[in-house]
């Protein structure tokens, strides 16, 4: 249970970096793995990347791993996205949730938002060609 806050989203062109952070609030932070996901216009929204409560293990959609790496700072209360190597179609907005806790269901349906979390107002990323 804790309130979640992302920025770093920007204006970029094909082939650059940037870093999206989520700033959390609450002292049970820790316990939670946490995600990042995208809705890019028009679509549905996406997984991005997933991260055990500890940090200790990471899973990535096909797509990406290898571009993007997904960090967490449990002393600061914070969770990274590093994406490197951007592409056009990475444009969307990128949220953070908590997600289920690291299990072989990570494997099978890929990691979910835990129920009756709200989705916040995210941060915009647009890579321009």
């Known amino acids: 249970q804790v309130q979640l806050v992302e920025s770093g989203g920007g204006l970029v062109q094909a082939g650059d970096s940037l870093k999206l952070s989520c700033a959390a609030s609450?002292?049970?932070?820790?316990?939670?793995?946490m995600g990042w996901f995208r809705q890019a216009p028009g679509k549905e929204r996406e997984f991005v990347a997933a991260?055990?409560?500890?940090?200790?293990?990471?899973y990535y959609a096909d797509s990406l791993k290898g571009r993007f790496t997904i960090s967490r700072d449990n002393e600061k209360n914070m969770v990274y996205l590093q994406m490197d190597s951007l592409k056009p179609e990475d444009t969307a907005v990128y949220y953070c949730?908590?997600?289920?806790?690291?299990?072989?269901?990570?494997?099978?349906?890929?990691?979910?938002?835990?129920?009756?979390?709200?989705w916040g107002q995210g941060t915009q990323v647009i890579v321009s060609s």
């Open positions: 991260i055990t409560s500890s940090g200790d293990n990471t």
């Open positions: 609450g002292r049970t932070f820790s316990n939670y793995a």
């Open positions: 949730a908590g997600v289920t806790s690291f299990g072989p269901y990570w494997y099978d349906a890929g990691p979910q938002p835990l129920p009756g979390g709200s």
